[in-house]
């Protein structure tokens, strides 16, 4: 009790000095507010989850400042706040802040918040500068990109069009955009009566209403709607709509200028080069000439257009990769937030596939030579506990070109690789690379292989010491085009968790096996192989073929069962089972042992579909892949341990379902997901009663079927009984006189109790006809 009473001191003592550091910030002078600043996105942000939530609350209003009540200018308050905001955005830009303010639901609101700071500075032309205590100057541009890379990194911009879906619900990854997350913040925006009975609604409303109490939507910041467009434009369809004579068209021009300014005059102007999109005309400039003043968002607007022309003009020969590189690098330094628009445009291209790839033999291009044969040494050394085989290079590089060459990468793909390793690897590069990292990553993963190994061995000679990292991310491009292979990542999953397989990591199966410690040169000898569950988590985003994975976990959690049943237990335990001529009895503690096992399999299975799916894959498997599992014809097995392969198989499949369910739905109706909830498991309902009533024919075996139907009714109205008040009445009815049939009376009856009033008559009926 003492300890308690003391922790709690302390934590008051430490809010008491939150709170004075946040009061000095708001109300201290100049200097005074970016030291405070300073302390609050340091080690404050980095204590215990009590004081990060407290933190994070203070900053994210820190972030938007209330307008002064006499306040006239025409320009917006922000702009006097510049050196402060821009010392809370760099000082919580690194990854993990980021996801600090994730866990505690901060997100939108911060979204919020960078929003219009974007906008404002993005607007300003800039020839205003502020110095910080520290003697450095910055920018209006300088605020702008510092504000522009946290807000893109809070949702899956970079990733390529490539996004899967299953059934009518989006993924995950495409919800992130800048309405969706403004959505939710305006969710938090509730009323004071829903808020008070719970805590953690009442915190992150208090958090939005500190910037606004009105609900604020993507309308409001015209500029950054006008980018979000253009870029999702660019994703869809080839670049497009460049009108001579425009703002736009001259600030192409402006900007190849800029970028190209170092060609020789004897050569060919770049700015004379007019693409399938884009074309400009101009002189070109002299080193000396200074920097254009253009606001930011005009920059971002042109950017497209200007790489569409330099990238065309070097596949045409017109410009050397060096200076292609060079440029972009230039026009990413002017701004360093154009990287976005940068990665926007590579990303369409490259998931388009028209542009030939390119030798990278170390002339025109950089080479991965000197590395490629160690990657792809550690990428084997990787995958080892998988039991998949790594494609040879050397064949992969045959594949992609025809003929047998040095390594090859799309031109989209290799120009922006050049452009990310000419930056350097310090704190000022730090926050850009990382906005370019995922997406280098992504587009990498995306290509044929071996692209990923041939980017992973250029950043190699880059920076050695992110070597294991970048060997990590090339290997798990191995599972995204080879379905085989991906059927072996998961067959390993369970081989792992189950502990069939002696060779895995642990040969004792459990989660621990499942996920292992991660990846690192920490083990003795240098990197070891991963476990399966941790490439899996790594690899699932990506998997092309999503739909598929359901039928390909049941078909190896079945697999599983029939190991675990004649294999898979001790053999003094094999001695004792005793096989009834309907297989459902045995020797008590084998059935034991065997169920434990069992619905660990039903459990990892689950886990992974819901991983991989989420709400669409959960309502495919219970409308089609269920059914159509049961209808098909299965082979059959030994003959030795038949019935007790069959009926432990229904039971997986009923544990499977009903967990996967519950991790969609809930087993209660507090949840949004569990309005979908009445319609899909209603289908699956009526089949299960149709079958029941002889209506359609089943290929499965009977002890599997009945097993099924005993276990999937007997979990759902044990754990989830408000499941079935959402079914119709007459579906529990037919459900009920099939499991009488079976002599399964004590269920039947429980199925029509909970069925609610429109039951309770054949109920009383059930009970009546026992008596």
Not at 316 to 333: F, I, M, N, Q, W
Not at 366 to 389: C, F, H, Q, R, W
Not at 406 to 426: C, G, H, N, Q, R
Not at 584 to 589: A, H, I, N, P, V
Request: hydrophobic letters at 45%; glycine letters at 8%.
């Amino acid at each position: 009790m003492l300890f308690f009473c003391k922790l709690t001191k302390e934590f008051d003592e430490s809010l008491a000095e939150l709170e004075n550091i946040f009061e000095l910030a708001v109300k201290g002078s100049d200097d005074e507010k970016i030291s405070a600043a300073t302390v609050l996105c340091g080690a404050s942000l980095l204590q215990g989850w009590n004081i990060q939530e407290d933190t994070a609350q203070f900053i994210t209003r820190l972030l938007s400042p209330p307008v002064p009540a006499e306040y006239s200018k025409s320009e917006s308050h922000l702009i006097h706040h510049a050196p402060i905001l821009n010392v809370l955005i760099v000082g919580i830009a690194t990854v993990d802040c980021v996801q600090i303010f994730s866990l505690h639901g901060l997100v939108p609101q911060l979204a919020c918040s960078l929003m219009p700071i974007c906008e404002v500075f993005g607007s300003c032309v800039p020839d205003v500068s502020w110095t910080l205590p520290t003697g450095e100057k910055i920018s209006a541009h300088d605020v702008f990109s510092n504000a522009f890379a946290l807000l893109l990194k809070l949702w899956r911009f970079n990733h390529p069009p490539l996004e899967h879906g299953v059934g009518d619900i989006p993924t995950v990854g495409s919800q992130l955009t800048p309405e969706y997350l403004l959505s939710v913040r305006n969710l938090h925006l509730v009323s004071s009566g829903n808020v008070h009975k719970d805590q953690n609604k009442r915190r992150l409303s208090a958090v939005a209403t500190s910037s606004s109490v009105q609900p604020i939507f993507l309308d409001s910041f015209p500029k950054l709607k006008v980018w979000y467009r253009q870029h999702q434009k660019c994703l869809a369809a080839t670049l497009s709509g460049l009108v001579h004579g425009t703002p736009v068209h001259q600030t192409v021009n402006v900007l190849l200028n800029m970028m190209f300014r170092k060609i020789s005059r004897g050569k060919q102007s770049l700015t004379t080069v007019t693409s399938g999109s884009s074309g400009s005309s101009g002189p070109v400039i002299d080193d000396s000439a200074p920097r254009p003043k253009l606001p930011a968002w005009d920059i971002l607007e042109a950017v497209p257009f200007v790489v569409d022309a330099a990238l065309t003009a070097c596949a045409h020969g017109r410009l050397s990769p060096r200076e292609l590189a060079t440029g972009l690098k230039d026009v990413a330094d002017f701004l360093p937030a154009s990287l976005a628009s940068i990665v926007s445009y590579f990303s369409a291209e490259v998931s388009r596939g028209v542009w030939k790839p390119v030798f990278m033999n170390g002339t025109d291009w950089p080479s991965p030579a000197a590395n490629l044969s160690i990657v792809e040494e550690k990428i084997k050394k990787i995958l080892a506990a998988t039991g998949v085989d790594v494609p040879s290079l050397a064949a992969g590089l045959v594949i992609l070109t025809g003929v047998s060459s040095p390594a090859t990468l799309p031109l989209p793909l290799a120009a922006f690789v050049s452009l990310t390793i000419t930056y350097k690897i310090d704190k000022a590069s730090e926050r850009f690379l990382n906005l370019a990292g995922p997406a280098l990553e992504s587009l990498a993963a995306g290509c044929p292989w071996p692209c990923m190994p041939i980017v992973a061995s250029l950043w190699t000679q880059k920076a050695k010491r992110w070597f294991d990292f970048l060997a990590f991310s090339a290997s798990r491009t191995v599972f995204l085009h080879n379905n085989d292979a991906v059927f072996q990542l998961l067959k390993s999953c369970f081989s792992a968790t189950l502990g069939q397989n002696a060779t895995t990591i642990s040969s004792n199966g459990g989660v621990g096996a499942l996920l292992g410690h991660g990846f690192g040169s920490h083990f003795c000898g240098g990197i070891s192989p991963v476990a399966p569950g941790i490439l899996y988590l790594r690899v699932y985003r990506s998997i092309r073929d999503i739909a598929l994975i359901t039928e390909d976990i049941i078909s190896l959690m079945m697999l599983s069962v029939r190991e675990i049943s004649c294999t898979g237990l001790p053999r003094e335990r094999l001695e004792k089972l005793k096989i009834s001529k309907n297989g459902l009895r045995c020797g008590q503690f084998s059935l034991t042992a065997a169920m434990t096992r069992v619905k660990l399999a039903a459990s990892l299975g689950a886990s992974l579909v819901w991983l991989s799916g989420g709400l669409g894959l959960v309502q495919a498997l219970f409308q089609e892949t269920l059914p159509s599992w049961f209808i098909a014809v299965h082979m059959s097995q030994e003959e030795g341990c038949k019935g007790m392969v069959a009926t432990l198989g229904g039971h997986a499949l009923a544990f499977f379902s009903v967990l996967c369910g519950a991790l969609a739905w809930g087993v209660d109706s507090s949840s949004s997901s569990s309005k979908r909830r009445p319609k899909v498991l209603g289908v699956h309902m009526e089949f299960l009663a149709s079958a029941l009533d002889g209506k359609i024919s089943l290929g499965c075996d009977w002890a599997t079927w009945r097993a099924y139907v005993f276990g999937f009714v007997s979990l759902v109205v044990g754990c989830a009984p408000s499941w079935v008040q959402e079914v119709d009445a007459d579906v529990l009815k037919r459900l009920s006189k099939g499991l009488r049939q079976w002599n399964e009376k004590e269920l039947a009856l429980a199925l029509l109790e909970f069925g609610g009033v429109e039951t309770m008559g054949a109920a009383v009926e059930l009970i009546i006809e026992d008596q």
